[in-house]
């Protein structure tokens, strides 16, 4: 059984950088497209980036392009997500989230949040103005 454990959230002012941690405990981590929702409250859960299995493709939603880089460390079985330029809309639970294993052939990295089988328990970013 995979259990994702994010670690990095807190409180940071605007303009500030945070890095969010997440580990896999499983094996074959190397198998897994893994991405990045958050949800504020009141609003449904949204995509804010993922990345494939080998880190050589990353997608991010609009809203956070260009201040967010995901990124990923096969051989500590981790992902990150190092947000820069943070701004008070950002404020969020920020989830982790693993789809697959893919053992071969091409795997589609998805935005949509019902693709990913496995999900950590969510970690708290608030960005105060």
């Known amino acids: 059984q995979v259990q994702l454990v994010e670690s990095g959230g807190g409180l940071v002012q605007a303009g500030g950088s945070l890095r969010l941690s997440c580990e896999h405990s499983?094996?074959?981590?190397?198998?897994?497209?893994m991405g990045w929702f958050r949800q504020a409250p009141g609003t449904e859960r949204e995509f804010v980036a993922a990345?494939?299995?080998?880190?050589?493709?990353?997608y991010y939603a609009d809203s956070v392009k260009g201040r967010f880089t995901i990124s990923r460390d096969n051989a500590k079985n981790t992902v990150y997500l190092q947000m820069n330029s943070l701004k008070p809309e950002d404020t969020a639970v920020y989830y982790c989230?693993?789809?697959?294993?893919?053992?071969?052939?091409?795997?589609?990295?998805?935005?949509?949040?019902?693709?990913?089988?496995?999900w950590g328990q969510g970690t708290q970013l608030t960005v105060s103005s």
């Open positions: 990345i494939s299995r080998t880190g050589g493709f990353t």
């Open positions: 989230a693993a789809d697959g294993p893919t053992w071969s052939g091409v795997a589609i990295v998805s935005r949509t949040d019902q693709d990913y089988d496995y």
């Open positions: 499983g094996d074959n981590f190397g198998h897994y497209i």
